[in-house]
């Protein structure tokens, strides 16, 4: 069972109504909606494709957002291969590699939603817990809601340094 921002809700009015902006949609021989007129969010394919790749169900909790200071990391000079990218952030914030030890996936940009998008997720998203679809956002999984949320803000508080650092 997964629970799933529904197609065009606001993060901002979940917290007020959330039966309004989420859905739940279980997973047997069909996937069964509830409620069953909902539409999930566009990135649902990705998100599923990803858990999909937690072979042994070690993250349970996906989070994806759009948070500013990735999405413009991601689109400048720093932003080359994920090794690079994962050494250049730890070097500004030291202890990113504390809490993500295994690095931080960067990808080539996919159009949102898009089965390319899924497929680059899920292959090179096997042993990470972050990954940034480059001009989109940043996917982070965890053992709960608190872990993958604790993983954004670090990534973030990192891309927010790149600019203040100006280099």
């Known amino acids: 069972?997964?629970?799933v921002s529904r197609s065009g809700s606001r993060y901002r009015d979940i917290a007020e109504n959330?039966?309004?902006g989420l859905m739940l949609i279980v997973i047997g021989q069909e996937e069964q909606r509830f409620p069953q007129d909902?539409?999930?969010t566009s990135e649902w394919g990705?998100?599923?494709r990803i858990h999909d790749t937690d072979l042994h169900e070690n993250y349970p909790c996906i989070l994806h957002a759009h948070p500013t200071e990735v999405i413009a990391l991601s689109l400048?000079?720093?932003y080359t291969d994920s090794s690079t990218l994962s050494a250049y952030l730890a070097s500004l914030l030291p202890e990113l590699p504390l809490y993500l030890s295994?690095?931080?996936v960067a990808t080539n940009y996919a159009l949102p939603g898009s089965n390319d998008l899924?497929?680059?997720s899920a292959k090179s998203f096997m042993d990470k817990k972050a990954l940034i679809w480059?001009?989109?956002g940043l996917v982070c999984r965890g053992k709960n809601p608190d872990e993958a949320l604790d993983y954004m803000e670090i990534i973030n508080k990192a891309a927010r340094l790149h600019f203040l650092a100006d280099k």
């Open 18 to 20: 959330p039966a309004d």
């Open 76 to 78: 400048s000079k720093a």
């Open 46 to 48: 990705c998100h599923r």
């Open 134 to 136: 480059q001009g989109h």
């Open 1 to 3: 069972m997964f629970l």
């Open 102 to 104: 295994e690095g931080i």
């Open 118 to 120: 899924a497929s680059i």
């Open 38 to 40: 909902a539409i999930p």
